[in-house]
């Protein structure tokens, strides 16, 4: 069980790093391009997450 709990917090500390990205491309100071940047980084984190984490707690 402890085990599980480890993953668990391994899985909120990975969302929470994405949501700082996502919170980066809100940034209305930066260029349009580091926004478009920071999008294209959540998008790729948001997607690993999927395939890897979600697949791994559903069994499979």
Do not use: C, Q, T
Not at 24 to 33: F, K, M, R, S
Request: proline share 2%; charged share 30%.
């Amino acid at each position: 069980m402890e085990n599980s709990y480890k993953y668990f917090k391994r899985d909120i500390s990975w969302l929470s790093f994405n949501y700082r990205v996502l919170l980066e491309a809100e940034d209305d100071a930066l260029p349009v391009y580091e926004r478009i940047k920071f999008l294209s980084i959540y998008s790729s984190n948001l997607e690993e997450f999927y395939e890897i984490r979600v697949a791994e707690h559903r069994g499979g």
